[in-house]
T-cell receptor, first 109, second 116 residues
């Protein structure tokens, strides 16, 4: 069965400090992984996807198949990064999206 | 296009009543998903449509839940004989299969249900 685990429900870092939000997945096939973000009073939206190997708002995430991880990283956290972050796995059947329980990131000024 | 639209945004009902939520996806998106989100949890998959066809239903979707997408455009999610455990945020999302490489889901703002 497919599963996404985000071990940290809450994470606080100081502005300018590095931040890493952990995500581990369980899937026997080739995973498609995403990070979604929900800012206060806004809808859930895509932050980045592993297939694009992109950096969005300074965030990057590398897929590590050996460790079955897709951790989200940013070298210097900003106050506007405070939000709820969800890791998601897209997998058959039906190409459903399976979401983790989310990590609430607070960046302290 | 204002994105995925859901209504009502909030619904308070008494246990045993029926409720219906509506989702209007982005117009060119033929795939539509319903998710449920409870406090402290991530979105949990309920069901998914490709055009008007309901292709998959989660085991979370008991027989009190029914979803339709009659013309392949908007969708409704009905909950009959509501229970307190149905209290949650119900999220709708749509996707454009032409963006299959990106696989991005576009979410609505959700419909929050409170069952008293």
């Amino acid at each position: 069965a497919q599963r996404v685990t985000q071990p940290e429900k809450l994470l606080s870092v100081f502005k300018g400090a590095p931040v890493e939000l952990k995500c581990n997945y369980s899937y026997s096939g080739s995973p498609e992984l995403f990070w979604y973000v929900q800012y206060s009073r806004q809808r859930l939206q895509l932050l980045l996807r592993h297939i694009s190997r992109e950096s969005i708002k300074g965030f990057t995430a590398d897929l590590n198949k050996g460790e079955t991880s897709f951790h989200l990283k940013k070298p210097f956290a900003q106050e506007e990064d405070s939000a709820m972050y969800y890791c998601a796995l897209k997998a058959p059947p039906g190409n459903q999206f399976y979401f983790g329980t989310g990590t609430s990131l607070t960046v302290i000024p | 296009d204002t994105g995925v639209s859901q209504n009502p945004r909030h619904k308070i009902t008494k246990r045993g009543q029926n409720v219906t939520f509506r989702c209007d996806p982005i117009s060119e998106h033929n795939r539509l998903y319903w998710y449920r989100q409870t406090l402290g949890q991530g979105p949990e998959f309920l069901t998914y449509f490709q055009n008007e066809a309901q292709l998959e239903k989660s085991r979370l979707l008991s027989d009190r839940f029914s979803a339709e997408r009659p013309k392949g455009s908007f969708s409704t999610l009905e909950i009959q004989r509501t229970e307190q455990g149905d209290s949650a945020m119900y999220l709708c999302a749509s996707r454009d299969p032409g963006l299959a490489v990106t696989g991005e889901l576009f979410f609505g703002e959700g419909s929050r249900l409170t069952v008293l």
